[in-house]
């Protein structure tokens, strides 16, 4: 069993940048895919940013070029880089970890709150 513990989220103005973090409370080195997930109110679940096993990354369209994700293995813990912030990027942002991709079992995270002012 793995706990996901998101990090990082706060309130910010239009143009800024925060840094998520998210920390497994075990090893994810071998997990296939880590994901960071978004949920505005209204909408659903998206996925935003992800990082594969192997540090291969995607993004989606909206936030592409302003986003990045990473993994630090040895830290059990992966991180979204979120520059260039827009009010529209307002959402709880979720972890999301994936041990094998052949299965749809998932680990999720509480989810951390990012609010853009405009």
């Known amino acids: 069993q793995v706990q996901l513990v998101e990090s990082g989220g706060g309130l910010v103005q239009h143009g800024g940048s925060l840094r998520l973090s998210c920390a497994a409370s075990g090893s994810i080195f071998s997990f296939d895919y880590m994901g960071w997930y978004r949920q505005a109110p209204g909408k659903q679940r998206e996925l935003v940013a992800g990082?594969?096993?192997?540090?291969?990354?995607n993004y989606s369209d909206s936030v592409k070029g302003r986003f990045t994700a990473s993994r630090d293995n040895a830290k059990n813990t992966v991180y979204l880089q979120m520059n260039s912030l827009k009010p529209e990027d307002t959402a709880v942002y979720y972890c999301?970890?994936?041990?094998?991709?052949?299965?749809?079992?998932?680990?999720w995270g509480q989810g951390t709150q990012v609010t853009v002012s405009s």
């Open positions: 999301n970890a994936r041990p094998n991709l052949n299965r749809r079992f998932a680990y």
């Open positions: 990082i594969s096993s192997g540090g291969s990354t």
